[in-house]
């Protein structure tokens, strides 16, 4: 089980070589406030000093710690391969020698070696200065370093600046707030074990450290705590009840630490001088907790609890690691290889996306909507559905009245008093109501042209997807569509048009359903006007007596009702006298003054049609609604078939053809291929982050079962 730290360390190193963190690997994050020790602790653990030392703030950029542990023989060599332990002992690997039992490395300075801790200090300080400045101020972007020593045991650490209230220097006013985020951002990691470091000489009820942990682990199963400068303590008190989880238990233990003060450090006293004093003091002051106590057991303590940690953790980092792999490995499908022959992509992209377009038409596309109708299942809707029914809904007799059939058929007997209904009169009607059906119908072209706009938009979305790949390309695609649909939209109207002139030009009364129709209806008129006349009888004596002046009225049908129908509007400015001044009263020969007035003088409206102007009402009504229905008919069948012919089948048939004719040439090769701007980046990032996962997945399949235990 030892060697599953090393794995998770060149799994970071994977990582770390895309600038990543999609992975949540598990490793160990120091927490605690400003000179709480935590920088002592870890180079307790590594036993050298490296990390900046001193009062305030001086840890100012998280420091990701690999400690990898190498064989004194292998120190002496090098490794060739960062990532794999197994190139240190292989000598055909070596590239430089390394004369010395540790070492470290860091990531931004690639290969360098570096042998003189001071110097690694150095390095640490001068990197935190390039990116937050020399004056206090902090930067969430981590250091990466590798120590490799045989005096260390494996562990991944992560040492984070301080928590702080007060800003100081060139820190923001937000600083603890910035520090919070920073210090949540790698312990909200549930993969991260947490090692919450307190001041002995403070109360550990009042720990931050603890506090903040347990935001993120109520219940305590990857907090490990440590007590720092116990030696520092009032006289008078110890930390026994603290040590022995009495005041506030921590699951994974509690483990005292006694560190250099800030006089040995200036004194240069040695890391192993001061561990060997920690043992001392334990014995002396806590001899029954000195085994479970310091610095050399909180090392075998974190590496034995990373280890347990990371086994736990590993077959969900497998299985995250292999979804993500199939991801990336699609992204990089659809942005697609780079362009070579351009000639033969062009072609390609040209073919699919009419072939998609057509077949998206068809209904046979590879990628089928399933939230709404789409192409030809919409085209079929609108002409069957959205067509049909505003057809359907068209009243036959829609804005007609009978006042208006009435004075079409007087219109049409011209100065002559007809015997029979004039067919002109039906005629000037019929095509009045037929005229009608041409604004749906067109409206049916625009429905349809609008879809077949559409699809260019769903072919580029769903089906093609290597067209947004070449931005104009895609552009000079639909520009070419758009205009092969405009050219069309005038000349499926005219055929629409045509459709419904066709009609007005020929009203057919030998139609077989108009005949049909017609015999069916004379025969259901007369019935009704034998029946009227039967119910009228009784009461046209008493009505003709008790209004002399309208018996006077009807009986000059050609006068009295005529002037009615053609002067209606000035029935409100008569006065009552007017109104009851008989019909007979007028001169029944013109004179001088009276000629131009004789149309004004009114009749009232309301008046009861007589028994021959309402058969020919009813006549003329049931004609139109019957020629009306069997045109409908004809239209709703037709229109539909013009809309396919000179607009959908067309449009397929000549697409490819138009595309390849007006984009396939050489002077145009280069611009309509070009990628845009990001495009090539993002295939790049795709491309390293699919093989980082790919190197990653392998590390762990390397492992075998018998390393888990």
Request: one cysteine or more.
């Amino acid at each position: 089980m030892e060697a599953l730290i090393p794995v998770i360390n060149k799994l970071q190193d994977v990582f770390n070589t895309v600038g990543a963190d999609i992975i949540q690997l598990p490793q160990i994050v120091v927490v605690g406030t400003q000179s709480s020790g935590k920088s002592s602790v870890l180079e307790s653990l590594v036993g050298r000093d490296l990390l900046p030392r001193g009062t305030g703030v001086v840890t100012r950029r998280p420091l990701i710690l690999q400690l990898v542990h190498v064989s004194p023989e292998d120190g002496r060599k090098t490794a060739g391969d960062e990532n794999d332990p197994a190139t240190w002992k292989n000598s055909r690997h070596l590239s430089k020698e390394i004369d010395a039992e540790e070492w470290g490395k860091f990531l931004h300075t690639k290969n360098k070696i570096y042998t003189d801790f001071d110097e690694i200090r150095q390095e640490i300080e001068n990197e935190t200065e390039r990116i937050s400045g020399n004056n206090k101020g902090i930067s969430p972007e981590p250091i990466h370093l590798k120590i490799f020593s045989s005096n260390v045991v494996n562990l991944t650490l992560v040492d984070l600046p301080g928590m702080t209230k007060v800003p100081v220097g060139d820190q923001p006013k937000d600083i603890e707030l910035q520090i919070r985020e920073l210090i949540l951002q790698f312990i909200s990691n549930p993969n991260s074990i947490i090692l919450a470091v307190t001041a002995a000489n403070t109360d550990m009820a009042t720990s931050e450290a603890l506090k903040i942990a347990r935001e993120v682990d109520p219940d305590g199963r990857r907090t490990l705590a440590v007590i720092t400068k116990l030696d520092l303590m009032d006289a008078g008190t110890d930390a026994m009840d603290v040590l022995m989880g009495r005041v506030i238990p921590v699951k994974l233990g509690i483990i005292g630490v006694v560190n250099r003060s800030q006089l040995d450090i200036n004194n240069k006293k040695s890391v192993a001088d001061s561990i060997r004093d920690e043992y001392g003091f334990l014995q002396k002051k806590y001899p029954s907790l000195a085994n479970r106590n310091g610095t050399k057991y909180l090392a075998r303590t974190l590496n034995r609890l990373l280890m347990h940690h990371i086994r736990d953790c590993l077959p969900e980092l497998k299985t995250r690691i292999n979804v993500l792999a199939a991801q990336y490995q699609s992204l990089l499908n659809s942005y697609g290889e780079p362009v070579e022959d351009k000639s033969a992509t062009l072609l390609q992209l040209i073919t699919k996306f009419a072939t998609e377009y057509c077949n998206t038409i068809e209904g046979t596309a590879k990628y089928i909507e399933t939230s709404e109708l789409c192409g030809g299942a919409r085209i079929c809707y609108i002409f069957h559905e959205t067509f049909g029914r505003t057809l359907e809904s068209v009243d036959p007799l829609g804005g007609l009245n009978t006042i208006d059939i009435l004075t079409a058929i007087r219109n049409a007997t011209g100065p002559r008093p007809a015997l029979f209904v004039p067919e002109v009169s039906f005629e000037l009607l019929v095509k009045r109501q037929i005229k009608r059906l041409e604004e749906p119908s067109l409206r049916c072209v625009e429905l349809v042209h609008e879809e077949m706009q559409r699809i260019i938009q769903h072919c580029s979305n769903y089906s093609t997807q290597e067209l947004l790949r070449f931005p104009k390309l895609h552009d000079a695609i639909v520009e070419v569509v758009t205009c092969l649909l405009r050219r069309r939209l005038p000349v499926t109207n005219e055929m629409v048009h045509n459709l419904v002139a066709i009609e007005l030009a020929y009203i057919n009364t030998k139609h077989p359903d108009f005949a049909d129709a017609c015999g069916l209806m004379n025969n259901n008129i007369e019935e009704q006007r034998r029946n009227r006349l039967a119910r009228e009888l009784p009461s046209a004596v008493p009505r003709d007596k008790a209004a002399p002046g309208a018996g006077d009225v009807s009986q000059e049908p050609g006068t009295g009702n005529w002037r009615g129908m053609l002067k209606t509007s000035k029935v409100e400015e008569v006065s009552a006298e007017e109104k009851s001044k008989p019909a007979a009263a007028l001169p029944a020969s013109p004179q001088k003054g009276h000629a131009v007035n004789l149309l004004d003088v009114p009749v009232p409206v309301a008046r009861k049609l007589s028994a021959r102007e309402q058969r020919d009402c009813e006549v003329i009504e049931r004609l139109i609604k019957s020629y009306f229905l069997i045109v409908r008919k004809n239209i709703q069948d037709s229109v539909p078939k013009a809309v396919m012919h000179f607009l959908v089948n067309h449009v397929k048939d000549t697409l490819q053809s138009e595309l390849v004719g007006q984009l396939y040439k050489s002077l145009l090769l280069d611009d309509l291929l070009t990628e845009s701007e990001d495009m090539a980046q993002r295939r790049k990032e795709a491309a390293d982050m699919l093989k980082a996962l790919q190197r990653a997945s392998q590390i762990i399949a390397e492992i075998r079962e018998t390393h888990l235990w």
